[in-house]
Nanobody
């Protein structure tokens, strides 16, 4: 079994910074794409930032220039550095990963973290 455990969510003032972390553990052969999504009550979950196993990144337009996604493949961990935070960034943030298990090396499975609350307010 595989688990994604997130940390780093908090209450921060506008203009502040936070760093989210998500560590994958369990039966892992390799991890392909990883990403961070966010979801507000009553809204669809949206991709905030993604990163491939090779380090290629993509961002939703609203966070470009403010957020940076990175990963440490040795630690099976993905990070989201969030700077210049705005009230509209307030959401629950979810980690996502496409993971290959040793028992099924030709197939990847999707996993989600439990979510971490980010609140931007004065």
């Amino acid at each position: 079994q595989v688990q994604l455990v997130e940390s780093g969510g908090d209450l921060v003032q506008p203009g502040g910074s936070l760093r989210l972390s998500c560590a994958a553990s369990g039966s892992i052969f390799s991890i392909n794409a990883m990403g961070w999504y966010r979801q507000a009550p009553g809204k669809q979950r949206e991709l905030v930032a993604g990163i491939t196993s090779g380090g290629r990144t993509n961002y939703v337009d609203s966070v470009k220039g403010r957020f940076t996604i990175s990963r440490d493949n040795a630690k099976n961990t993905v990070y989201l550095q969030m700077n210049s935070l705005k009230p509209e960034d307030t959401d629950v943030y979810y980690c996502h990963a496409n993971i290959v298990a040793p028992s099924h090396p030709n197939h990847e499975y999707e996993y989600w973290g439990q979510g971490t609350q980010v609140t931007v307010s004065s």
